[in-house]
């Protein structure tokens, strides 16, 4: 994927993940970080664990990406 590309998948993943779960603001630089963060955790315990990975710009990549970054969220707050 192009650089574009991750900027725009990391702040569409990183929007829905602050949809679903507030948290303090921190802009549209945190949520472009959280979605590409949360795109390679989720793409990798995916591909690991269940076959299913980021594939590119379609609803299961965007799932995958979500879960994952509600999964950093997530251990973020615990730590």
Do not use: E, H, K
Not at 41 to 56: A, D, P, S
Request: charged fraction near 5%; proline fraction near 3%.
């Amino acid at each position: 994927m192009s650089f574009i590309y991750w900027i725009v998948f990391g702040l569409i993943v990183g929007s829905i993940t602050n949809f679903i779960v507030p948290g303090p603001q921190g802009g549209i630089i945190s949520s472009i970080l959280l979605g590409i963060i949360g795109a390679v955790v989720g793409g990798y315990l995916g591909q690991r664990f269940f076959g299913v990975g980021i594939t590119g710009f379609d609803v299961n990549s965007f799932a995958v990406a979500v879960l994952g970054a509600l999964l950093v969220i997530f251990i973020g707050r615990i730590l």
